[in-house]
C-alpha cells in the first residue's frame, strides 16, 4: 500500500502568515491526490482534488501543489477559522491518508 | 443539495457485527456514475478508508479490512450500508458515509461529499 508521510504533524502560526504542509507518497502517485480540513467534532471538508485544483467554495488562500511523490498545502494568509486538523489523501492505488497536520493560532 | 446521513447503534459488543446504514438525500444513489464510500477515525487519530461501492453492487475493499467487511446497496430506499464482523475494541472510532468528486464510475477518487459521522464504541 502507498504510505504518505505529513509534517509537520502540528505547528502554531500568527494571523496572517503563510503556512506550508507537505506530504510525501512512497512511489509516484501522479496527481492522485486531494486535501481535506477538519474541525472538532466534524467531518472532513474536500479543499483540493487533483493536487491543485480547489474545491468550490474554498477560499482563495489555500491552495495546492506537487506531483509523483512530494505534495504541498500552502495557506498563504492565515485566519483564526483555519484552526484544523488537516489531511492529505492519495487514489492512484487504493485510497489512503496521511496522519494528519494540526494548524493552531500562536 | 446532497446530503448523507449515518444511522446505527452507537454501542456494538466485541466479537459482534457492527451494522451502520447511510440514507441518502437530495440526490438518488442510480442517477449517477459515483461511488458510495464508507471511512473510519478512531477517537484522536487519522483516517482510514474501509470501502466503496457503486449503484450497481461492485465493490472495493481495503485489503485490511476486507475479509471481514461487507457494504450492500439497495437503491429502492435510496441507502448503503456496512457491516464490520467480529469486531474488536480497535473498530471503535467515527464512521462516515461518503461520495466521490468526479463520477468517473471508477471508485479510486477523492470523497466530496461525508455524512457527520456516527460513533460506534464496542465494548467487552
Known amino acids: 500500500a502507498i504510505q504518505l508521510t505529513q509534517s509537520p504533524s502540528s505547528l502554531s502560526a500568527s494571523v496572517g502568515d503563510t503556512v506550508t504542509i507537505t506530504c510525501r507518497a512512497s512511489?509516484?502517485?501522479?496527481?492522485?491526490f486531494a486535501w481535506y480540513q477538519q474541525k472538532p467534532g466534524k467531518a472532513p471538508r474536500l479543499l483540493i482534488h487533483?493536487?491543485?485544483s480547489l474545491e468550490s467554495g474554498v477560499p482563495l488562500r489555500f491552495s495546492g501543489s506537487g506531483a509523483g511523490t512530494d505534495f504541498t498545502l500552502t495557506i498563504s494568509s492565515l485566519q483564526p477559522e483555519d484552526v484544523a486538523t488537516y489531511y492529505c489523501?492519495?487514489?492512484?492505488?487504493?485510497?489512503?491518508f496521511g496522519g494528519g497536520t494540526k494548524v493552531e493560532i500562536k | 443539495q446532497l446530503q448523507l446521513q449515518e444511522s446505527g447503534p452507537g454501542l456494538v459488543k466485541s466479537s459482534e457485527t457492527l451494522s451502520l446504514t447511510c440514507t441518502v438525500s437530495?440526490?438518488?444513489?442510480?442517477?449517477?456514475?459515483?461511488?458510495w464510500g464508507w471511512i473510519r477515525q478512531p477517537p484522536g487519530k487519522g483516517l482510514e478508508w474501509i470501502g466503496s461501492?457503486?449503484?450497481?453492487?461492485?465493490?472495493y475493499y481495503n485489503p485490511s479490512l476486507k475479509s471481514r467487511v461487507a457494504i450492500s446497496v439497495d437503491t429502492s430506499k435510496n441507502h448503503f450500508s456496512l457491516k464490520v464482523y467480529s469486531v474488536t475494541a480497535a473498530d471503535t472510532a467515527v464512521y462516515y458515509c461518503?461520495?466521490?468528486?468526479?463520477?468517473?464510475?471508477?471508485?479510486?477518487?477523492?470523497?466530496?461529499?461525508w455524512g457527520q459521522g456516527n460513533l460506534v464504541t464496542v465494548s467487552s
Open positions: 461518503t461520495r466521490d468528486g468526479r463520477g468517473s464510475g471508477w471508485y479510486g477518487i477523492y470523497f466530496q461529499h
Open positions: 437530495g440526490g438518488s444513489i442510480n442517477s449517477g456514475t459515483y461511488y
Open positions: 461501492i457503486y449503484y450497481s453492487g461492485n465493490t
Open positions: 512511489q509516484g502517485i501522479s496527481s492522485a
Open positions: 487533483d493536487a491543485s
Open positions: 489523501q492519495q487514489f492512484n492505488s487504493y485510497l489512503t
